[in-house]
């Protein structure tokens, strides 16, 4: 018996559930495969039940799962070295959620400003950002219906375009208060968006030049997904000051982390944050594991080529297309965005078998497990086509 009455009703669901998975395959009870082309929103990018991540899971549950941050966590330092090792950061604070590692961001900005003797730091977001759910998060966020009827917000989020590094320099030159600039290298749920070619290091400067921190949320485009470690590693001398990391660190087990180097590294002190279930024993366990296994199994380059194929294929069949304004991706994070509402392409994949997701209405985005092989990545682009195709233009 499926029932939704006693969840609160803030999900507009797809009419499927799952049962198993395995690799880049989920069945649902009657034991009907589905490709999954979301990874549960970039999450499973090791593939589901993958049995490397299984085991360090379940030998760590009988270990030990938890002991609250009063006493040393080995594993928590074995992770902040890990992550500080990919990321060219000096300290990690390691949490839940994506929304509590942005958290985490704006706090160390906060401090950093009152540090500095600005009384009333404010930090600079984008447009149709997406920063997650708490109300500072939302705060960061795109304006509209991720905050509507959430007032008041806190203060101190100013905002300007994406993808326009002139408007950054022009505020951050008239508001000396500006103690930090927020954005994500590639914006994920605001429709796969992806800056031109020299954006993030020219904001890079001009943050040096402001003395404001650059703060780049990679919660979505991080962990190799765009080909990279990290998806602002596409361009030189873009590095930041802090970095968030969430969605794939754990394979699904909820963890995350804000790096952050310099300064920004040094700005929380004993007592000034914390968290009750940051950085267990278990979670730190299967980050390390995740971050192993990405590393072990290239999936860096594998999904550059994987992605590339795909990209390559869509521009192909679908470059010309009525309904279709625009195909973007950089390695298996790939938007295709339509002139109309692209639901009924959604509901065309599910029953045939391939998961995939619509963002910002008209906006396909696909977000596959990174060990998708060719053939799975063919069906992929081949059920999408097909669903673009069969729609009313
Ligand atoms: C998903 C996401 C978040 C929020 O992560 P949660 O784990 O849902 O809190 C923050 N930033 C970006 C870019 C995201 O994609």
Redesign the pocket.
Known sequence: MMSVDHLMNTYARMPVAFERGEGAWLFDRHDRRYLDAISG?GVCNLGHANPVIAEAVAEQAGRLIHTANLGHIPLQESLADALCQISHMDRAFITN???EA?ECAIKIARHYGHQRGIDQPSILCMDSA????TIAAISASSPGKLQQGFGPLPDGFERVPFNDAKAVEHHLRLHPACVAVLL?PIQ??GGVRIPSDGYLSAIRKHCTEHQALLMF?E??CGLYRTGQAWAYQHEADATPDVLTT??ALGNGIPV?ACLARGAAATTLTPGSHGSTFGGSPLACRTALTVLQQMQALELGPHAHRIGTTMLDAFDRQLGNHPRVAEVRGRGLMIGIELHDPATDVRDFALEHGVLINVTRERIIRLLPPLIIDRQQADQIVETVVEGIRAGAH
């Open positions: 929103i959620t994506g929304a942005v997406f920063h997650g759910r994500e994920g749920e949320d919660i979505q969430a969605k995350a």
